[in-house]
């Protein structure tokens, strides 16, 4: 029996909607639509200090005036409960107590300083790494007399793994997991849960089956899908990393950009309609800009046509 598709766009609401937010929400909607699938509309406001509430009036209001619809969003409860995932903490701190009493993860006291100094030490090999294991090699009488002067983040005690997947776009990616090096955080010293645990959690328990995002977050994806096999996920997600837009210097469009927010185009007088014509140009489907609306996309230009996905970004010359 073949299994649903479900797809999700996952925004921040840390700012208002721009062309590159745009460029993912656009291009995993159609794909998922024509592919018969359901998206859901997911809000990651674990950064609690700069997620706020007007930017996911302004997420939804935003996809509304596109036309890119979803089928399961903010304001609704579904058999795995909000896809907001603020209100997820519990089922965050449930895994992570269960992780806690098997010695599966544990405290980690380093500082700031002390991380920078270890990704800057000169190394052996591609990549710098990514922890050295300290604290993994504390004693219990060590980590009672360190929780006294500081509240620790809390490491995953990884176990040597050779990742492996074939994204959409990207090709065959391989990656061997290290233990010491790559205990990554799932935890803060805040208590804010990290990106990695809050995504990898709710991808499983959403049943999604193909993630479409940009091409910056694909080496955190052997990380999930360590994550995903020690949930117990069968079947783990089909990847998509998109070419990130970026301006003519080589960087990435953000929110920080100015007139590049959707509500920025659309006090310029510029509509949804250009705004999907303009994407699909730089997508490598259509020879120049010209209007075309989200539903006219969908019915008329084949996922297939778009030509571009596989480079590594896309300049944006015009907006």
Known sequence: MQTAIRTRFAPSPTGYMHLGNIWVAFLNWLWTRQHGGAIVLRIEDIDRQRSHAE??????EDLAWMDLSYDEGPDGSYSYGTPVQSLRFPLYQ??????????????????????????????????????????????????????KGKAPSWRLRMEESRMSFRDLFCGEETCVLRPGIDDFVLRRADGMVAYQLAVSVDDAVMGMTHVFRGN????????????????????????????????????????????????????????????????????????KPMPISAEEAARNVGFEELKHLSLPHIVVTQV
Do not use: N
Request: glycine share 10%; hydrophobic share 35%; net charge positive.
């Open 55 to 60: 930017y996911i009036e302004g997420i939804k």
């Open 94 to 147: 449930k895994i992570m107590d269960r992780w806690k009493e098997a010695g599966e993860v544990y405290p980690c006291f380093c500082s700031r300083a002390r991380l920078h100094s270890i990704a800057s030490a000169p190394h052996e090999g591609e990549g710098l790494p990514v922890y050295d294991g300290h604290c993994r090699r504390l004693s219990a009488e060590e980590v009672a007399d360190r929780e």
């Open 216 to 287: 910056d977050l694909l080496s955190s994806t052997f990380y999930q899908l360590y994550l995903l096999k020690k949930l117990g996920v069968a079947h783990v997600p089909t990847y998509g990393h998109l070419p990130l837009l970026v301006d003519a210097e080589g960087v990435r469009l953000s929110k920080r950009q100015k007139g590049l927010t959707l509500r920025e185009m659309k006090a310029e007088g510029k509509k949804p309609s250009d705004i999907i014509g303009l994407l699909l140009y730089y997508a490598g489907a259509l020879p």
